[in-house]
């Protein structure tokens, strides 16, 4: 709004200034000699104090004259400029378009343009100029010049915000898409153009959104309109059915935008395909359930807890060691059991845990409900997240080994029997040796003939 004020401001004091110079140049012989003067005067205070630069140029383009705006915008000192060509201040890239200009002012009589003016510290100043044709066949031009450089700066930050907003959205990770209220594409992320298989944003901004995806169900179509009246509209885990039949899952939010005025300028969309990761999902639940499965069905005693000890997960050959149900176990700390274990195992199984979080091949003898023992053997193993290397859960399996123990136990009974039944007839073989070789003996000293003559090579040897 300023600036069109401005404009329309620079406008009126155009039409004053070109009427005083028409009037000037078209000699008025109605008025008096001091008419004139006063006229003139008139003129030259306003074009000298006007808050927008003069410059006064004949029909070659010549600088005749330039108020006190003008060099103060430029840096030049009057004498800097006046009889030199305009073309002289303008830079190099502008000259042939003012050229231009000044030749269609002729036809066209006034014109409003953008350019830049070279100032005497080399700086380049972009102006908006007013240029008015006075005079026929070969005109005079009035220019009248506003400073646009902040106009300038703040165009070139809007334009740096854009750039940096459209950005943002094409490289974000998320499919996303903005509309205008007639739901025309505005931006668009490359994300959002690989998931609905689109060729590239210039193929499709400017268009609208139902011509590009024509497939678009009623029920989203209808959450257009919510959101272009206002409306917040989500959605998570949504089917969507193509065109071939093939079923994507979608988790998405619409949501309106704003103009800076207040109201609603369009729609924003945030689309994200799930199909991958419901698939991935269903799988994960599938092998859950085996799992479950073979836990719960598992002979061997299984059992998972925390970091804090609390049992999470156990099966029923585990509870049963203890003469409970499963789930009178999952919550409890494993410390709440520990009397099933000998004292002479506690301490020792407490410093693997405690150090190693792991247990090899243990055998612990466990007293049960019923006063008997049955003899386990343990492996423990923690689990870390694989990321942060944080501890997660440990994870027990027994193996019951009660039976191989006691077999162990009766043959290490019949080997001690059998150890005791050869050191006794070791004993008594060498006592019948003895005594032939004593019979022998006695033989001997009677001078007759010897009756065990295999003991004595025995001896011999």
Same mark, same amino acid.
């Given at each position: =709004?300023?600036?069109?004020?401005?404009?329309?401001?620079?406008?009126?004091?155009? #039409?004053?200034?070109?009427?005083?110079?028409?009037?000037? %140049? *078209?000699?008025?012989?109605?008025?008096?000699?001091?008419?004139? +003067?006063?006229?003139?005067?008139?003129?030259?205070?306003?074009?000298? #104090? $006007?808050?927008?630069?003069?410059?006064?140029?004949?029909?070659?383009?010549?600088?005749?004259?330039?108020?006190?705006?003008?060099?103060? $915008?430029?840096?030049?000192?009057?004498?800097?400029?006046?009889?030199?060509?305009?073309?002289? #201040?303008?830079?190099?890239?502008?000259?042939?378009?003012?050229?231009?200009?000044?030749?269609?002012?002729?036809?066209?009589?006034?014109?409003? =343009?953008?350019?830049? /003016?070279?100032?005497?510290?080399?700086?380049?100043?972009?102006?908006?100029?007013?240029?008015?044709?006075?005079?026929?066949?070969?005109?005079?031009?009035?220019?009248?010049?506003?400073?646009?450089?902040?106009?300038?700066?703040?165009?070139?930050?809007?334009?740096?915000?854009?750039?940096?907003? &459209?950005?943002?959205?094409?490289?974000?990770?998320?499919?996303?898409?903005?509309?205008?209220?007639?739901?025309?594409?505005?931006?668009?992320?490359?994300?959002?153009?690989?998931?609905?298989?689109?060729?590239?944003?210039?193929?499709?901004?400017?268009?609208?959104?139902?011509?590009?995806?024509?497939?678009?169900?009623?029920?989203?179509?209808?959450?257009?309109?919510?959101?272009?009246?206002?409306?917040?509209?989500?959605?998570?885990?949504?089917?969507?059915?193509?065109?071939?039949?093939?079923? !994507?899952?979608?988790?998405?939010?619409?949501?309106?935008?704003?103009?800076?005025?207040?109201?609603?300028?369009?729609?924003?969309?945030?689309? !994200? $395909?799930?199909?991958? @990761?419901?698939?991935?999902? /269903?799988? %994960?639940?599938?092998?859950? !359930?085996?799992?479950?499965?073979?836990?719960? /069905?598992?002979?061997?005693?299984?059992?998972?807890?925390?970091?804090?000890?609390?049992?999470?997960?156990?099966?029923?050959? #585990?509870?049963?060691?203890?003469?409970?149900?499963?789930?009178?176990?999952?919550?409890?700390? +494993?410390?709440?059991?520990? @009397?099933?274990?000998?004292?002479?195992?506690?301490?020792?199984?407490?410093?693997?845990?405690?150090?190693?979080?792991?247990?090899?091949?243990?055998?612990?003898?466990?007293?049960?409900?019923?006063?008997?023992?049955?003899?386990?053997?343990?492996?423990?193993?923690?689990?870390?997240?694989?990321?942060?290397?944080? *501890?997660?859960?440990?994870?027990?399996?027994?193996?019951?080994?009660?039976?191989?123990?006691?077999?162990?136990?009766?043959?290490?009974?019949?080997?001690?029997?059998?150890?005791?039944?050869?050191?006794? $007839?070791?004993?008594?073989?060498?006592?019948?040796?003895? %005594?032939?070789?004593?019979?022998?003996?006695?033989? &001997?000293?009677?001078?007759?003939?010897?009756?065990?003559?295999?003991?004595?090579?025995?001896?011999?040897?």
């Amino acid at each position: =709004m300023a600036e069109v004020a401005g404009f329309l401001l620079l406008i009126a004091i155009l #039409f004053v200034v070109s009427a005083g110079l028409l009037v000037l %140049l *078209l000699g008025e012989r109605r008025k008096n000699h001091h008419d004139h +003067l006063t006229v003139t005067n008139q003129i030259e205070l306003l074009l000298r #104090f $006007m808050p927008e630069g003069y410059i006064g140029l004949d029909n070659h383009g010549i600088i005749k004259e330039v108020n006190d705006t003008y060099l103060s $915008m430029t840096g030049y000192k009057r004498c800097d400029v006046l009889g030199k060509a305009l073309e002289y #201040f303008i830079p190099m890239e502008g000259k042939e378009i003012i050229a231009f200009q000044l030749k269609t002012i002729e036809t066209l009589n006034s014109q409003l =343009m953008e350019t830049a /003016h070279r100032c005497k510290n080399n700086t380049i100043l972009p102006l908006e100029v007013s240029i008015t044709a006075t005079g026929f066949p070969n005109p005079a031009f009035i220019c009248f010049c506003r400073d646009i450089s902040q106009r300038k700066k703040d165009e070139l930050s809007r334009k740096h915000s854009t750039d940096l907003l &459209r950005y943002v959205i094409e490289h974000t990770r998320s499919a996303v898409a903005i509309h205008d209220k007639n739901l025309r594409y505005l931006y668009v992320s490359q994300k959002y153009l690989d998931e609905y298989d689109l060729k590239d944003a210039s193929s499709i901004i400017g268009r609208h959104h139902y011509e590009v995806l024509p497939d678009i169900p009623q029920k989203w179509r209808d959450v257009h309109q919510r959101a272009l009246a206002g409306e917040i509209v989500n959605a998570e885990d949504d089917p969507y059915i193509r065109k071939d039949g093939k079923v !994507e899952y979608t988790r998405w939010e619409c949501r309106p935008w704003y103009t800076e005025q207040g109201t609603i300028g369009g729609i924003i969309i945030y689309t !994200e $395909m799930v199909t991958k @990761q419901k698939e991935f999902e /269903h799988e %994960l639940r599938k092998t859950k !359930e085996y799992l479950e499965t073979v836990l719960t /069905h598992a002979n061997a005693p299984i059992v998972v807890w925390d970091p804090s000890l609390t049992i999470t997960l156990a099966n029923q050959a #585990f509870s049963s060691l203890f003469g409970l149900s499963v789930e009178q176990m999952i919550g409890h700390r +494993l410390v709440e059991f520990e @009397q099933y274990i000998p004292l002479q195992h506690r301490n020792a199984l407490y410093l693997q845990l405690g150090t190693r979080k792991a247990i090899d091949a243990a055998e612990i003898e466990m007293i049960q409900g019923d006063g008997s023992n049955r003899t386990l053997l343990w492996n423990v193993s923690p689990m870390f997240n694989p990321e942060t290397g944080d *501890l997660v859960a440990i994870i027990a399996q027994g193996q019951d080994i009660s039976e191989r123990k006691k077999i162990e136990q009766e043959h290490a009974g019949q080997l001690e029997e059998l150890k005791r039944w050869y050191a006794v $007839m070791t004993n008594r073989e060498d006592r019948i040796i003895a %005594l032939k070789r004593e019979v022998n003996a006695v033989l &001997r000293d009677q001078g007759k003939a010897i009756r065990y003559a295999s003991v004595e090579d025995e001896a011999h040897v």
